[in-house]
């Protein structure tokens, strides 16, 4: 029984699981999307995510960290250079799973991964660099919406005595 047993194995022991998913972030940092099946889909975006999260911090202390996990410069490079330019202001979720059907050799299902922020057809081609998102707390916002329609209704009152 694999009670609690969140991570996928792959198939794979653990070196091999890690430098197929070493190898699967850095064409995806190249290539900006990759076809693979969608259970390695899923685990590559467990893996990479975290790691665009340190790109958006240029410092060498970041930058060795996510060195460890890639083993690429080239890859390394693209990362803290493009794709972190073009995730500044989002707050996660990098990737998109896109499921695409059977492989028709084994009958795998495909699924291709893509960095969000690179997919011209649903970012209709933003360029603007955004600021950083504010981070909101859920708490106390149905009071808010309480004085606002009270505002509204004192702003709409004196209106229609006008009138």
Do not use: W
């Amino acid at each position: 029984m694999r009670h609690g047993d969140k991570i996928n194995n792959l198939g794979r022991k653990k070196a091999h699981r890690d430098a197929l998913l070493s190898n699967l972030a850095c064409q995806l940092i190249q290539y900006k999307r990759i076809v693979t099946t969608v259970a390695k889909a899923k685990a590559l975006r467990v893996y990479v995510e975290p790691l665009i999260t340190k790109a958006k911090e240029n410092t060498t202390h970041q930058r060795r960290i996510v060195f460890a996990y890639l083993q690429d410069k080239e890859a390394i490079k693209e990362l803290f250079s493009t794709v972190s330019e073009k995730v500044g202001g989002r707050p996660g979720g990098y990737t998109r799973v896109i499921k695409l059907g059977t492989r028709p050799g084994d009958n795998a299902e495909l699924a291709m991964i893509e960095l969000v922020d690179f997919n011209e057809v649903y970012g209709k081609g933003r360029e603007e660099k955004r600021e950083p998102a504010k981070r909101t707390r859920r708490a106390g916002g149905g009071k808010k919406k309480a004085e606002g329609a009270e505002n509204q209704a004192a702003e709409q009152a004196p209106a229609e005595e006008n009138a």
